[in-house]
């Protein structure tokens, strides 16, 4: 009777962990169904959340580049009227902006901005805003410049030279051994690709903000007379201008130049000048302390319309209008004429204004450069030399 009764335990007991290993099983296998295969997501969120740590690590590019980042503060003696008609139209009118009698009034205006150090042996480019202020007449012997370096070190620095058209400057400290960051090619960027801006927006030093490629190719936008800007949604505010723009693999693929916004602050739209043409217009300036550009001429353009088109024999409205130009440009002395329809240069279809001036400025000075026209309905093309 015992042994019936102790084979009688063993026997439940057995059962009991029969039932719990395959209860377990079930248990962990409908845990395994859920996590490969959620529950369809509602068309409001997405499909699949990001998992912890899925977002790339720049700490290592923020590392190389922010000590090649200067904060550069510049003051500027600048001379305003001295008049006290100086705002008066009626005084104006009649004589101008001229204020002899009572003399020039001194004064001093500062600004901030960051740099980039684009050799080691102190070279920093920068905004030509970030130099001259918001003067736009001003003589670069009354502009003191200081350079901050990322160790503390605060020095002197020289005005190599200036563009205005590009809205960059160049600057040169004399030290050596400075920490620089590698030149990337603007022209392989991606819209949506990571880039880092650093710089020091309202004097806070080496601040590294995240963000994509939101555009590229930006002009017509009115903040300078090249336009071909990187568009990003990175943090640019106030003192992030004459920054970098640095790629996913560390390199300068951009200079920091302005934002668009109502507020004066960061609202997702800054734009920076591509690498590109930053470094061309740096190795000008290196050079020859000026941008040595192409030119046709003086040459007024206009948007082609579909009315516009239609009155001058275009197919379509491809292309740009010649309005009023002067007779001694290298452009009409090869042949173009007011209300030819410039549709190629070089044989690249022209789009728009803009980038029919970028292409001129940069052609090789003293080549010369096939412009294909419509003129009363029929195609042609122009040899036009490219001048300085």
Not at 125 to 148: C, F
């Amino acid at each position: 009777m015992t042994a019936r009764r102790l084979l009688l335990s063993l026997l439940l007991v057995a059962c009991g962990v029969v039932a719990g290993v395959i209860l377990t099983g079930k248990l962990r296998q409908s845990d395994e169904v859920r996590a490969q295969a959620p529950a369809p997501a509602s068309p409001a969120t997405p499909a699949r959340s990001l998992a912890p740590g899925a977002l790339p690590d720049f700490s290592g590019v923020a590392e190389r580049a922010v000590p090649a980042v200067a904060n550069i503060s510049s003051t500027q003696v600048v001379r305003r009227p001295n008049s006290p008609f100086a705002n008066d139209p009626f005084f104006r009118y009649f004589f101008g902006d001229q204020d002899d009698a009572f003399g020039p009034r001194r004064g001093v205006e500062s600004s901030l901005g960051s740099g980039v150090i684009i050799s080691g042996d102190g070279y920093i480019l920068t905004n030509n805003h970030v130099v001259t202020g918001e003067q736009t007449r001003i003589s670069l012997r009354d502009i003191d410049i200081t350079a901050t370096l990322s160790d503390k070190r605060e020095m002197p620095a020289r005005v190599v030279g200036v563009d205005p058209v590009t809205d960059l400057a160049l600057l040169k400290i004399n030290v050596r051994s400075l920490p620089t960051v590698q030149w990337g090619d603007s022209s392989k960027l991606k819209v949506a690709e990571w880039v880092l801006a650093i710089g020091n927006p309202f004097q806070l030093n080496e601040t590294v903000t995240l963000g994509i490629v939101s555009a590229v190719n930006r002009n017509n936008i009115g903040l300078a007379q090249y336009e071909d800007f990187i568009q990003t949604d990175a943090a640019i505010n106030p003192g992030n201008s004459g920054g970098a723009l640095i790629n996913s693999r560390g390199e300068l693929v951009g200079i920091n130049t302005a934002i668009f916004s109502q507020s004066g602050g960061y609202q997702g739209i800054g734009f920076a000048v591509p690498s590109n043409l930053a470094r061309k217009v740096a190795a000008d300036l290196q050079q020859y302390g000026a941008v040595r550009r192409g030119s046709i001429g003086q040459i007024a353009i206009a948007q082609l319309t579909t009315q516009l088109a239609q009155e001058l024999g275009a197919p379509d409205t491809k292309g740009v209008v010649i309005g009023r130009m002067r007779r001694d440009s290298s452009a009409y002395q090869a042949g173009l004429r007011p209300g030819d329809v410039v549709v190629s240069f070089n044989g690249t279809p022209v789009t728009d204004g803009g980038q029919l001036s970028r292409m001129v400025q940069d052609a090789r000075i003293g080549s010369t450069a096939m412009v294909g026209i419509i003129r009363e309905g029929r195609r042609m093309d122009v040899r036009v030399p490219i001048t300085d």
